[in-house]
């Protein structure tokens, strides 16, 4: 069974902190690593991928990959309010697989 | 990014029947998948929607209950049959263009089922 792991929170953060978010993963034919933005009762919005070990940056988000740990993580860096929602880690070999998703909350 | 376009956006259904959902994608792409989140759940992938052949269904899916369609590289459809409160959940569209290394998985609105 492979399964993507993440800490269901909720991750609670003030306005402007950094947002540290954490996924696991069992597969380690895994290639590719995505993190996804859910809104509450929206479809996901992906916002960063990365495929090699090593850090990916793309604005206020940044992605980090160690593929030896199995390990992918997302910073948001200066979290504002609207950055409140369910974050999925996905990996994918062929198929994606999704975690569970961690609940951050922004609070003013 | 591929724009998705999936209807209906919700809908309300008595037990028993069956509801097709359209997804609608403006370019060609190689890959179509189709995901079931239940409330408070993560995505799970139903099937991967071939295109002139037969769906792949993943573990627990069968295609009795959920057959599939994908006429085309551009449109994919999913029926839920004999429809049972549990069936209630979001359905979601994925594409993706396995072009290299472009692998990202786009989707569409979903379809808010509500089975009573």
């Known amino acids: 069974q492979k399964e993507v792991e993440q800490n269901s929170g909720p991750l609670s953060v003030p306005e402007g902190a950094i947002a540290s978010l954490n996924c696991t993963y069992s597969?380690?034919?895994?290639?590719?690593f995505f993190w996804y933005r859910q809104y509450s009762g929206k479809s996901p919005e992906l916002i960063m991928f990365i495929y090699s070990n090593g850090d990916k940056e793309d604005g206020r988000f940044t992605a980090q990959l160690n593929k030896a740990s199995q390990y992918v993580s997302l910073l948001i860096r200066d979290s504002q309010p609207s950055d409140s929602a369910t974050y999925l880690c996905a990996v994918r070999n062929y198929k994606l697989t999704f975690g569970k998703g961690t609940l951050l909350t922004v609070n003013p | 990014s591929a724009v998705i376009s999936q209807k209906p956006s919700r809908d309300i259904c008595q037990r028993g029947t069956s509801l097709t959902i359209q997804c609608q994608v403006d370019s060609q792409v190689t890959m179509m998948f189709w995901y079931r989140q239940q409330p408070g759940q993560s995505l799970t992938l139903i099937a991967t929607a071939n295109q002139g052949s037969e769906a792949t269904y993943e573990s627990g899916f069968v295609i009795d209950k959920f057959p599939i369609s994908r006429p085309n590289l551009t449109f994919s459809t999913l029926t839920v049959s004999n429809m049972s409160p549990e069936d209630s959940s979001i359905y979601l569209c994925?594409?993706?263009?396995?072009?290299?290394?472009?692998?990202?998985?786009?989707f569409g609105q979903g379809t808010r089922l509500t089975v009573v």
């Open positions: 597969d380690r034919g895994s290639q590719s």
């Open positions: 994925s594409v993706t263009d396995l072009d290299g290394r472009n692998t990202e998985a786009f």
